[in-house]
């Protein structure tokens, strides 16, 4: 049984090396759907550009996100005031003569609003309201003394 071993191990070797080449001849295997045949591959070419413009073009309509934000002790008291001033925003911009195409609500928000003292835990102070209305100012001459009217009607935060 020692003997039949190394004749063992000699074969399995020889067998395993005698394999080798045979399974590297064999032809490679077809391409996936659609995929081109091997013989058709070739390496892609690639063309780079870069360029630079620039268009000036005088503006035509603003779009300007206009809106309150208040602070009360309790939340009704903070819906309440921004529901108020928020009305005066309305007047304003109707009153400058914006179509209510050109108008739209943004977002109504009621936060709390905390102290936090030093070592200790955060305390309710009070809450936080706030509304926004998003319009489309066409006549930009107007601009300026239709933001003057939203500011006087009670708005306090103007981005655009």
């Known amino acids: 049984m020692t003997r039949l071993a190394p004749t063992l191990i000699a074969a399995s070797l020889l067998a395993g090396c ?8 064999q032809p ?9 045949p091997m013989s058709t591959i070739q390496p892609e ?16 309509v603003a ?3 206009l809106g309150v934000q208040v602070e ?13 001033k928020m009305n005066g925003v309305f007047a304003a911009v109707k009153a400058a003569s914006i179509a209510d195409r050109d108008m739209q609500t943004g977002q109504l ?14 305390r309710l ?12 100012v066409r006549k930009l001459d107007q ?5 003057d009217a939203v500011v006087k009607g009670g708005g306090n935060t103007i981005n655009g």
């Not at 490679?28 to 081109?36: A, D, L, N, S």
């Not at 070419?45 to 035509?60: N, R, S, W, Y």
């Open 18 to 25: 005698a394999t080798a080449p045979m399974a590297m001849a």
């Open 28 to 36: 490679p295997m077809p391409p996936g759907p659609g995929m081109p």
């Open 45 to 60: 070419t690639t063309i780079t550009l870069t360029g630079k413009g620039t268009v000036d073009h005088a503006p035509d």
């Open 63 to 65: 779009m300007i996100s």
């Open 72 to 84: 009360a002790k309790t939340a009704a008291e903070a819906m309440q005031q921004q529901a108020e």
């Open 109 to 122: 928000s009621l936060n709390p609003v905390y102290e936090y003292p030093n070592n200790a835990r955060p």
């Open 125 to 136: 102070t009070g809450y936080q309201a706030s509304n926004q209305l998003n319009i489309k």
């Open 143 to 147: 601009l300026g003394k239709t933001l």
